[in-house]
């Protein structure tokens, strides 16, 4: 041990002793403003509407983020504690302008949102617009026949191109990533989606084709697609669609030297044809009028309109378009009781979105059809927002009570006979029986009501016109999930009711 080691260390004067009561004090200050603002953001919840309640928490956290600021320079503040409290409401809460285009009409796609880190970078959009990551560019034919084909994406089918693109949003972070992995740009997947499906996970073609990228059922088993064994059918699932589509191409693209143009003749008339006549011709382009001729009018029509929707996912700003601005950020919902998807459409409301959000809902759980009842704690995949919105609407309130009511009803329940009172808009609630006289006792059980399915009823509807629970009100009927099927006529014993 040195000398210098046993002297005593300098002594706390009146100076350092009050520079460490001001530290204290400021640190305390701070701690008070960061309690103060999460106070108002959690008040903020109790807003009248959505647009209120998002412009309260968005004020509340960006204090806490001026908070957090400051203890970062303040000497003596625990600024991971305050950092913490910040960051878990920021998760909780959508930013007004989450997803928004800024003034040049910027391309918003946010490719951190995808969170894919085995994903090359030289693969994502950016980098697609970029000198260097033109390959899709410089692998297809920009000719008179893709242009009129994005003469049509930008006129008569504007709202189809628009919905396309919203609908992939939703669903980017599932589907893009297997086309990164297996080499393939993510704008030819947008354009294969625009012109299949226009992003809509449940359409099917009259061939059986189904699903966001339209696998027929035979070609969808060669790449593992079809009921899983629960009775769904992963066609329909964008993430393995997208999987098995993005196979499928570069198994094309294999046998046809590289070519986007045959691969997609191929995925739409036919590998076997694209293939023979590949070979017949030498390995000519599509574009060659002999090779060209030898397909089916949708398929000469069907390889342009997919180029040019890609062409136009990588260039909007070339061509005046405002993608609509989508908030994307994936996130889950636990059921904090049954619903269906109809019931939280309507709860959810359309804050964010125009059309609302239905479509994304079932494109991000396609193994439900939206009148099924789903029981509470089921998982449901949807955005921050959406995760925001349930937890607003959904769960409590006039807007929950107002939607169980539109729920219940359906048209057969206001048709009257002649003579009869028109019935009224809420069931009345049913008068108390009357007291049973002590010196004659009941000996025999109430009799169980019943109640006749009508048109447009499903067990959910039922089980809340009449205070049932839905799971009693199955068993006591036989009823047999997820669906509960039930049909006009049936005649239900009410078990488990109040009414």
């Not at 039930?486 to 109040?498: D, E, F, N």
Request: aromatic share 8%.
């Amino acid at each position: 041990m040195t000398l210098l080691a046993l002297l005593p260390g300098p002594s706390l004067g009146a100076s350092g002793k009050r520079d460490a009561q001001n530290a204290a004090a400021a640190v305390a200050a701070l701690q008070q403003r960061m309690e103060i603002a999460e106070k108002r953001y959690r008040d903020a919840m109790l807003a009248e509407d959505e647009e209120a309640a998002v412009n309260a928490t968005t004020a509340a956290l960006a204090e806490m983020k001026l908070v957090v600021e400051a203890c970062a320079k303040q000497q003596g503040c625990a600024v991971d504690a305050m950092l913490a409290t910040y960051e878990r409401l920021l998760q909780a809460t959508p930013a007004l302008d989450d997803g928004a285009l800024d003034d040049a009409g910027d391309d918003p796609i946010d490719e951190t949102d995808l969170r894919n880190a085995s994903v090359p970078e030289t693969a994502s959009a950016a980098a697609l617009l970029s000198e260097e990551g033109q390959r899709f560019v410089k692998m297809v034919q920009f000719n008179p026949a893709v242009q009129a084909g994005i003469r049509r994406w930008l006129t008569d089918m504007r709202p189809s191109l628009m919905d396309s693109y919203e609908n992939y949003r939703y669903m980017q972070h599932l589907m893009s990533p297997a086309f990164k992995r297996h080499g393939l740009p993510e704008a030819l997947l947008f354009g294969i989606m625009a012109k299949e499906s226009n992003g809509k996970v449940h359409v099917g073609s009259r061939a059986g084709a189904v699903g966001p990228l339209q696998f027929m059922p035979a070609t969808g088993r060669r790449f593992g697609l079809g009921n899983d064994g629960s009775g769904f059918d992963t066609r329909y699932d964008p993430r393995a669609s997208a999987d098995a589509a993005a196979q499928y191409l570069q198994e094309r693209m294999a046998q046809l030297g590289n070519s986007i143009e045959m691969s997609l003749a191929g995925y739409n008339g036919g590998e076997g044809r694209a293939l023979r006549v590949f070979r017949d011709s030498g390995g000519r382009s599509f574009w060659d009028i002999n090779v060209y001729n030898q397909f089916p009018a949708e398929t000469k029509d069907y390889v342009p309109m997919v180029i040019a929707a890609a062409w136009l996912f990588l260039h909007p700003k070339d061509y005046g378009i405002r993608w609509p601005s989508v908030s994307a950020r994936p996130a889950t919902i636990s059921l904090a009781q049954p619903a269906s998807l109809y019931e939280l459409t309507i709860c959810l409301g359309n804050w964010g979105s125009r059309d609302g959000y239905l479509r994304a809902l079932r494109n991000l759980n396609p193994r439900w059809q939206p009148d099924e009842i789903l029981q509470a704690g089921t998982s449901l995949n949807a955005t921050t927002r959406i995760a925001w919105l349930y937890r607003f609407n959904c769960t409590r309130g006039k807007r929950l009570a107002l939607t169980r009511e539109l729920m219940a009803s359906n048209v057969q329940s206001a048709l009257v006979r002649v003579g009869e009172p028109m019935p009224a808009a809420v069931p009345a609630a049913a008068p108390a029986p009357a007291p049973v006289p002590a010196s004659k006792p009941v000996s025999r059980p109430a009799k169980v009501k019943t109640y006749t399915v009508r048109r447009g009823d499903v067990l959910g509807s039922i089980a809340r016109k009449f205070s049932c629970d839905v799971p009693r009100l199955a068993k006591g009927n036989k009823l047999k999930g997820p669906k509960y099927a039930i049909k006009p006529g049936q005649a239900l014993k009410l078990v488990g009711c109040s009414d």
